[in-house]
Nanobody, 115 residues
Framework: QVQLVESGGGLVQAGGSLRLSCAAS????????MGWYRQVSGKQRELVAS???????NYADSVKGRFTISRDNPKNTVYLQMNSLTPEDTADYYC?????????WGQGTQVTVSS
């Protein structure tokens, strides 16, 4: 009933920036958490950053100070501003929306950081 569509991924040089966007549609409860996860082939998906409907945020230690998550509640859209990118950030990035008891995922967008 909820659909998430990511955009903004691509190829960027180390030290560069990208901004990911995720637009949610459908029956979305106002109380929810949206976040970004990333996954490298052969490894488990891991949390990058999340933000609740009231604006509280959480970040993985590896991205603190470099990435910023934000959201536009009227547009049901979450963003991930990624700065000072390194090859270690290369992964497929997935948008997530959690609203109890449901967990929704986007299709993923690829981020590749070259050295």
């Amino acid at each position: 009933q909820v659909q998430l569509v990511e955009s903004g991924g691509g190829l960027v040089q180390a030290g560069g920036s990208l901004r990911l966007s995720c637009a949610a549609s459908g029956s979305i409860h106002v109380t929810n958490t949206m976040g970004w996860y990333r996954q490298v082939s052969g490894k488990q998906r891991e949390l990058v950053a999340s933000i609740s409907n009231d604006g509280s945020t959480n970040y993985a230690d590896s991205v603190k100070g470099r990435f910023t998550i934000s959201r536009d509640n009227p547009k049901n859209t979450v963003y991930l501003q990624m700065n000072s990118l390194t090859p270690e950030d290369t992964a497929d990035y997935y948008c997530n929306l959690f609203t109890y008891p449901f967990n929704y995922w986007g299709q993923g967008t690829q981020v590749t950081v070259s050295s």
